[in-house]
């Protein structure tokens, strides 16, 4: 099941003895058990009827034992085993999982795990539960992510707006869903679009100096605009910090040889292989044409060795900021 088909039953008072929630991505998992411990009961009934467990305080028999209480004065209990990663043990379980008590809603938050598919247990949930999996997204599918986010609220945002608040927040779902709900209350209240100015006023990423700005400089060889990037960069290395530039340009450079190599550039094509937004194919197909493999290689190598300089090795008293200029200096000829 998805998580919008676990809600949409839970909204509809469709309940399941077993909720495991595993996986890499916590948004889903927290969604879902936030709305089960919010909706499910009264705030009378919570008094009675709602447990929350933490997987290192606790164990199996001690969950078991909750699980197989009766409700008082309510339909049904809820217990929450947040952190069940922790728990040792945690195929025993299974004494409880093949007969559950029907009146338990029974939630097992279990993060950054996942339960083997060959495993008694993992056959028993989902006969008499919902196994749930909640999967880390690609940097590439966050941009379209965020556009269906705002949609439910009927919001939008800028084309290639997405995309430098992906490069900039990660694929962290959570951080990226605080960024946004922090951008929608300072919207006037007839205006549902997010734009770069937004952007740039609320949560302090520039529309000219980033990144995602440094990249396409690079991949169009625009040497006044790489340096004046570089330069701000330099007086703003706090909010810049030359360690996370290095690392996007690995990975910006490394998406570029690969191009090199596609034998199908078709968008679709390139698309699936990079896996990067259709927005970016034309930026890689253009650094390609600047960058041959030989250079690219070239560049990988000035690229570990400003890494090694910027954390003091090989360099004892260059600052960041000239780091910067001589590391895009020897990649751009």
Do not use: C
Request: charged share 25%.
């Amino acid at each position: 099941m998805t998580s919008e088909q676990i809600l949409k039953d839970l909204k509809n008072k469709i309940y399941k003895p077993i909720y495991f929630l595993t996986g890499d991505e916590p948004y889903y998992i927290d969604k879902i058990t936030d709305y089960i411990s919010q909706y499910v009961l009264t705030d009378e009934e919570k008094t009675f009827n709602q447990e929350i467990l933490y997987g290192k305080d606790t164990d199996i028999p001690s969950i078991i034992n909750s699980a197989r209480r009766f409700p008082m004065i309510s339909a049904n209990q809820v217990i929450i085993v947040k952190e069940a990663q922790d728990i040792p043990g945690i195929d025993d379980l299974i004494y409880y999982v093949e007969n559950p008590l029907k009146s338990t809603i029974l939630v097992l938050n279990y993060k950054y795990k996942k339960l083997a598919k060959n495993k008694k247990i993992y056959k028993a949930i989902q006969k008499n539960g919902v196994l749930f999996e909640s999967k880390k997204l690609y940097d590439n599918q966050i941009p379209e992510w965020i556009n269906n986010y705002l949609a439910k609220s009927n919001h939008r945002i800028d084309p290639g707006v997405g995309l430098l608040l992906t490069e900039y927040l990660g694929n962290d779902l959570s951080k990226i869903v605080n960024e946004i709900e922090k951008l929608k209350i300072t919207l006037p209240p007839d205006n549902k679009k997010i734009t770069i100015e937004h952007i740039e006023k609320n949560i302090g990423i520039s529309k000219d100096y980033n990144n995602f700005e440094l990249h396409k400089a690079l991949s169009q060889k625009n040497i006044l605009k790489a340096n004046r990037i570089i330069n701000y960069f330099g007086k703003n290395q706090k909010e810049n910090p030359i360690t996370l530039t290095i690392s996007s340009l690995y990975y910006f450079f490394s998406k570029v040889l690969t191009y090199h190599f596609i034998k199908n550039k078709t968008t679709q094509n390139v698309v699936a292989t990079l896996k990067v937004h259709s927005y970016f194919v034309s930026e890689y197909k253009l650094a390609a044409q600047k960058y041959n493999p030989e250079k690219l290689v070239e560049i990988f190598s000035i690229l570990r060795e400003f890494d090694l300089k910027s954390k003091g090795i090989g360099n004892v008293s260059v600052p960041p900021g000239d780091l910067f200029k001589e590391m895009i200096y020897k990649i751009l000829h």
